[in-house]
C-alpha cells in the first residue's frame, strides 16, 4: 500500500508538470528567457518530486538518486534565473547575461561530475524514505554545489522578489518570495527530523511561486527613457 507521503509526491510531480506546461505555452506566444527559465525550473521540480515519490516507495538506487539530487539543487538557479530576467528587463542587462551564464556552466559542471562519479554507495538508504542533504554524495560535491546552486539561487529568489514589491508594490514579488521561503523552510524541516513535511510543503510553495509567476509575467511594465523601471 502506498504511504500519502508518496501520493503527495507523486501529485506534486503531475501539478508541476502541468505549471511547467502552462510556462512553455506562455513562452511560446510571448517570447521572454524568464518564461524559459521558469519552465525549465518546473520541469526540474516534477523530476525531483518524482524521484522523492519513487524512493518513498521502492527505495533508492544510485540512477534515481543522482537524477534526483541533480534537479533539487538544479531547479532553485534556474527559477532565479527567471526572476533575474524579469526584474532586468529594459536594465542591467549585464546582469541578466552574467547570472544566466553562471547557472549554465555550474549546472553542466556538475552534472559532468555527477556522470563521473560512477554508482553511489547506497548503503545509507536502506528501504524507502526521502534523502536529505545529499547523504550519498561525496564530500565535495556536498560541500559546493548545494552553495553554488541552491543557495545562491534562494537568496536570489528571496530578495529579488521582495525587492520588486518594493519598487512596484505588485503583489506577485510578495508571493514568489513567500513561496521560496515554504521551499527553504521545508527544506531545513526535513533536515531536523520532519521528512514526511517535505512533499506537502513543496507542493504548497511551488504553487505559490507559480501564482506569482503568473502575476509578474502578465503584470504591465513601464520602460522609461532613462532606462530605468522595469
Given at each position: 500500500?502506498?504511504?500519502?507521503?508518496?501520493?503527495?509526491?507523486?501529485?506534486?510531480?503531475?501539478?508541476?508538470?502541468?505549471?511547467?506546461?502552462?510556462?512553455?505555452?506562455?513562452?511560446?506566444?510571448?517570447?521572454?528567457?524568464?518564461?524559459?527559465?521558469?519552465?525549465?525550473?518546473?520541469?526540474?521540480?516534477?523530476?525531483?518530486?518524482?524521484?522523492?515519490?519513487?524512493?518513498?516507495?521502492?527505495?533508492?538506487?544510485?540512477?534515481?538518486?543522482?537524477?534526483?539530487?541533480?534537479?533539487?539543487?538544479?531547479?532553485?538557479?534556474?527559477?532565479?534565473?527567471?526572476?533575474?530576467?524579469?526584474?532586468?528587463?529594459?536594465?542591467?542587462?549585464?546582469?541578466?547575461?552574467?547570472?544566466?551564464?553562471?547557472?549554465?556552466?555550474?549546472?553542466?559542471?556538475?552534472?559532468?561530475?555527477?556522470?563521473?562519479?560512477?554508482?553511489?554507495?547506497?548503503?545509507?538508504?536502506?528501504?524507502?524514505?526521502?534523502?536529505?542533504?545529499?547523504?550519498?554524495?561525496?564530500?565535495l560535491v556536498r560541500a559546493w554545489y548545494p552553495l553554488l546552486l541552491s543557495m545562491v539561487g534562494g537568496v536570489i529568489l528571496i530578495v529579488g522578489p521582495l525587492w520588486s514589491w518594493?519598487?512596484?508594490?505588485?503583489?506577485?514579488?510578495?508571493?514568489?518570495?513567500?513561496?521560496?521561503?515554504?521551499?527553504?523552510?521545508?527544506?531545513?524541516?526535513?533536515k531536523t527530523g520532519y521528512p514526511a513535511l517535505l512533499p506537502i510543503s513543496e507542493l504548497v510553495g511551488i504553487l505559490i511561486i507559480w501564482l506569482g509567476v503568473m502575476r509578474a509575467?502578465?503584470?504591465?511594465?513601464?520602460?522609461?527613457?532613462?532606462?530605468?523601471?522595469?
Amino acid at each position: 500500500m502506498l504511504s500519502i507521503t508518496a501520493w503527495v509526491a507523486w501529485a506534486a510531480a503531475v501539478v508541476s508538470l502541468g505549471l511547467a506546461g502552462s510556462m512553455i505555452k506562455r513562452w511560446a506566444k510571448r517570447g521572454g528567457a524568464h518564461h524559459f527559465w521558469w519552465a525549465a525550473s518546473f520541469l526540474l521540480y516534477t523530476v525531483a518530486a518524482f524521484g522523492e515519490g519513487y524512493a518513498l516507495v521502492w527505495g533508492w538506487t544510485s540512477a534515481i538518486y543522482k537524477i534526483y539530487y541533480y534537479a533539487a539543487l538544479v531547479l532553485v538557479a534556474t527559477m532565479a534565473a527567471g526572476e533575474v530576467d524579469l526584474l532586468g528587463r529594459g536594465r542591467r542587462g549585464w546582469a541578466r547575461w552574467t547570472f544566466t551564464a553562471y547557472v549554465v556552466v555550474v549546472s553542466l559542471v556538475f552534472l559532468v561530475h555527477l556522470i563521473s562519479l560512477g554508482p553511489l554507495d547506497m548503503t545509507r538508504f536502506r528501504g524507502a524514505g526521502t534523502a536529505i542533504g545529499g547523504e550519498a554524495m561525496p564530500g565535495l560535491v556536498r560541500a559546493w554545489y548545494p552553495l553554488l546552486l541552491s543557495m545562491v539561487g534562494g537568496v536570489i529568489l528571496i530578495v529579488g522578489p521582495l525587492w520588486s514589491w518594493w519598487e512596484t508594490r505588485q503583489p506577485s514579488g510578495l508571493l514568489i518570495a513567500f513561496g521560496a521561503i515554504i521551499l527553504s523552510a521545508a527544506g531545513s524541516a526535513a533536515k531536523t527530523g520532519y521528512p514526511a513535511l517535505l512533499p506537502i510543503s513543496e507542493l504548497v510553495g511551488i504553487l505559490i511561486i507559480w501564482l506569482g509567476v503568473m502575476r509578474a509575467g502578465s503584470a504591465p511594465r513601464t520602460e522609461q527613457p532613462d532606462g530605468k523601471g522595469e
